[in-house]
């Protein structure tokens, strides 16, 4: 169990990808920046679909009295092992694909800056 790095590392090719492909059959740079943001959300909620079909069955263990968040295998990020359980729940669902939204529009911004530099 971790924290899914690699669908945030996925946003630097991605946007890279999408910044070249838009910058080819788009002169205007609000449509530029629109498609972009489009596009990267798309992404971004594809990644919040998995995450919550990976993680979201361990979300009614939040439920039961009995289940031992100890032994569960997620980091101590917080004190209490039910709130850190909680912690981790939050941290992969909600702000895994949000790093990964941030990093294909980061990526897609840089990328589109080298070609305007390039020109």
């Known amino acids: 169990m971790g924290v899914p790095i690699?669908?945030?590392l996925l946003g630097f090719p991605l946007g890279w990808y999408i910044a070249?492909?838009?910058s080819m059959s788009v002169e205007l740079s609000h449509l530029i920046n629109h498609k972009i943001?489009?596009?990267s959300l798309l992404a971004s909620a594809f990644t919040f679909l998995q995450m919550i079909v990976i993680w979201g069955r361990t979300i009614?263990?939040?439920?039961?009295p009995t289940t031992d968040f100890q032994?569960?295998?997620?980091p101590f990020i917080l004190y209490?092992?039910?709130?850190s359980f909680i912690g981790w729940l939050i941290l992969m669902i909600i702000l895994s694909p949000f790093?990964?939204?941030l990093t294909t529009i980061f990526a897609s911004f840089i990328t589109l800056i080298k070609n305007e530099a390039k020109k």
Do not use: S, T, Y
């Open 6 to 8: 690699f669908c945030i």
């Open 20 to 22: 070249k492909r838009i």
């Open 37 to 39: 943001l489009k596009l």
């Open 60 to 64: 009614p263990m939040l439920f039961d």
């Open 71 to 74: 032994n569960f295998g997620h």
């Open 80 to 83: 209490d092992p039910k709130i």
């Open 99 to 101: 790093l990964q939204l």
